[in-house]
């Protein structure tokens, strides 16, 4: 059956499960040299985690196919650019979990990849996982130009002007106090570049034109947000079981968030209206769009 004729509750198990046999296949197997390197690679990627910017990929690039004309190598693009951007998420919780950043020892319910392993197969594991993942990008069956425009937007959303540099501003900001532009500005770089990326991603794959690209764009703005805000929120409101990762260390290590600049009901009120934002992005998309309106209220109404 096509994906896009699927109900978004049967959709949304489908494609998260359908994304582990994807990396699966992609990622080497444990039993080629260096293994222990391999092992790492797989213990961090494979077995735990959400797959939100998968599902994004997926959902973006479905609400963005022209409908009937869709080719399987536009399908298994989509794959290249779902594992992709879980390669790189992976990375990015791999070092972030290191003694020299936020040194915890719990991560998708499982002790993290340096504690299970050590920290020099966790640094290497997160550097082999990049890589990776813009060679899953170079190979995607798909027009040159559009590899092209796939990758600059990978490398940007996850550099010194992305990911990375959000993580070099958190890193500065622990104990300092942060007005509430400063914060947005590093969760955009930090948490949402890579987010948003997502949901470009799909459009990109999937051919989108302008006006469909300018929605995704606005949609995929303000979930990059919207999902940091249900982050600071739980990390006061959840516990580490359900979390799976240490809760309230935000708070222990006095972290500027969210929760500590507005408090919790501003908190939830910015995230009601980041959701609106969302589904009214994606208006001008039509019934296409459903699954990424699915994923909005997913995301805002998650509980870990
Ligand atoms: C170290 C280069 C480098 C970057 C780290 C993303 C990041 C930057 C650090 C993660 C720290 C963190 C907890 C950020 C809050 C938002 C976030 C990315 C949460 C984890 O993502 P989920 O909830 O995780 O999608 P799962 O396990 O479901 O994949």
């Known amino acids: 059956m096509p994906q896009h004729s699927l109900d978004f509750s049967i959709w949304l198990p489908e494609r998260a499960?359908?994304?582990?046999?994807?990396?699966?296949?992609?990622?080497?197997?444990?039993?080629?040299?260096?293994?222990?390197?391999?092992?790492?690679?797989?213990?961090?990627?494979?077995?735990?985690?959400?797959?939100?910017?998968?599902?994004?990929?997926?959902?973006?690039?479905?609400?963005?196919?022209?409908p009937g004309s869709e080719?399987?190598?536009?399908?298994?693009?989509?794959?290249?650019?779902?594992?992709?951007?879980?390669?790189?998420?992976?990375?990015?919780?791999?070092?972030?979990?290191?003694?020299?950043?936020?040194?915890?020892?719990?991560?998708?319910?499982r002790p993290t990849v340096?504690?299970?392993f050590d920290e020099a197969t966790a640094m290497l594991a997160g550097d082999a996982?990049?890589?990776?993942?813009?060679?899953?990008?170079g190979m995607m069956p798909i027009a040159p130009a559009l590899i092209v425009?796939?990758?600059?937007?990978?490398?940007?959303?996850?550099?010194?002007?992305?990911m990375v540099g959000g993580q070099a501003i958190d890193c500065d900001s622990v104990g300092q106090i942060l007005v509430s532009e400063q914060l947005q500005q590093m969760h955009r770089m930090k948490t949402g570049a890579l987010l948003e990326a997502s949901v470009l991603l799909g459009g990109i794959v999937a051919g989108a034109g302008s006006a469909t690209r300018t929605g995704l764009e606005s949609y995929a703005a303000a979930m990059?947000?919207?999902?940091?805000?249900?982050?600071?929120?739980?990390?006061?409101?959840?516990?580490?079981?359900?979390?799976?990762?240490?809760?309230?260390?935000?708070?222990?290590?006095?972290?500027?968030?969210?929760?500590?600049?507005?408090?919790?009901?501003g908190s939830r009120q910015l995230l009601q209206s980041l959701r609106d934002q969302a589904h009214a992005a994606l208006l001008p998309l039509g019934p296409s769009a459903g699954r990424l309106a699915g994923i909005a209220d997913y995301i805002v109404g998650r509980d870990r």
């Open 17 to 66: 499960q359908h994304i582990e046999s994807v990396l699966e296949q992609f990622l080497p197997p444990a039993s080629i040299v260096p293994e222990r390197l391999h092992e790492a690679m797989r213990y961090a990627v494979l077995g735990g985690g959400k797959r939100v910017r998968a599902l994004l990929v997926y959902a973006a690039g479905e609400a963005s196919l022209q």
């Open 71 to 109: 080719t399987s190598a536009q399908r298994i693009a989509l794959d290249h650019a779902a594992a992709a951007v879980e390669l790189i998420h992976a990375y990015s919780l791999v070092h972030d979990d290191l003694p020299c950043m936020d040194d915890d020892s719990l991560r998708r319910g």
């Open 114 to 116: 340096h504690v299970q």
């Open 129 to 137: 996982l990049q890589p990776l993942a813009f060679e899953l990008l």
């Open 149 to 162: 425009q796939a990758t600059q937007l990978m490398a940007r959303s996850t550099g010194s002007l992305g």
């Open 224 to 265: 990059g947000l919207a999902f940091q805000v249900v982050d600071d929120i739980l990390d006061v409101t959840s516990d580490t079981v359900t979390l799976g990762k240490t809760a309230g260390k935000d708070a222990a290590e006095n972290k500027p968030t969210y929760v500590s600049i507005m408090g919790l009901d």
